[in-house]
């Protein structure tokens, strides 16, 4: 069956930190991969999305994702976090018109 | 420009009564989606559609009923809830082709006693 693996649950960082959050997933064909937040209280959102060419993708809030295929991963990173980035991340891989999301990974920014 | 709606917004139910869970979508979208939000389990698909009365379940469909009547509408019926079915329900939308990212809407948070 197909799966997707996000490596930490819960994550905390001081403001200003480094974030790098792990996702895996189990097929190795071709597959579209989305990072999705959720805001306390609010539904999910598209942070970032990769369909093909540059395994460097850029998203929103100064969020950027790194496809390696070899590894079958695709890392969320942002250099420097905010408190306003305190939310649950979702990495997400489309498998034919489904969508399989990890279990999430909650990320709290101390201030 | 609505988007994509849920209704209700909060349900308290007992068990073995009937639930139904309204989404509506104004982007005339091709495909609907059902996920059930469970701590640890991140979101699971329970039913998606991929046209005006085309259904297919998804990892957990057992215990619920959909419909699609019309391309904007998407009800998730739980026939005879369960206490295991208490749940946050998103409903989301997506346009036809591979490369479109689905659309959210606000959620449903479902307590069965």
């Known amino acids: 069956a197909q799966s997707v693996s996000q490596h930490n649950h819960h994550v905390i960082l001081s403001e200003a930190a480094s974030l790098e959050l792990g996702c895996n997933y189990s097929?190795?064909?071709?597959?579209?991969l989305f990072w999705y937040v959720q805001y306390p209280g609010q539904h999910l959102q598209l942070l970032l999305k990769y369909f093909s060419g540059d395994p460097l993708v850029k998203g929103i809030k100064g969020f950027e994702a790194e496809f390696i295929k070899s590894k079958f991963s695709f890392n969320l990173r942002k250099p420097s976090v905010q408190w306003s980035d305190t939310a649950e991340y979702f990495c997400?891989?489309?498998?034919?018109?489904?969508?399989?999301f990890g279990a999430g990974t909650i990320l709290r920014v101390k201030s | 420009d609505a988007g994509i709606t849920q209704s209700p917004r909060y349900k308290i139910t007992e068990t073995g009564r009937q639930v139904t869970l309204m989404c509506h979508q104004t982007?005339?979208?091709?495909?609907m989606f059902w996920y059930r939000q469970d701590l640890g389990h991140g979101l699971r698909l329970i039913y998606y559609?991929?046209?005006?009365?085309?259904?297919d379940k998804g990892e957990v469909p057992d215990g619920y009923v959909v419909s699609r009547s019309k391309t904007e509408n998407f009800p998730l019926t739980l026939e005879s809830a369960t206490r295991s079915q208490t749940s946050v329900y998103f409903c989301?939308?997506?346009?036809?082709?591979?490369?479109?990212?689905?659309?959210f809407g606000p959620g449903t948070r479902l307590t069965v006693l």
């Open positions: 989301a939308s997506r346009p036809s082709g591979p490369y479109n990212e689905q659309f």
């Open positions: 982007w005339s979208h091709s495909y």
């Open positions: 559609s991929a046209a005006a009365d085309i259904t």
């Open positions: 097929y190795g064909g071709t597959v579209n």
């Open positions: 997400a891989v489309q498998y034919g018109n489904k969508l399989v």
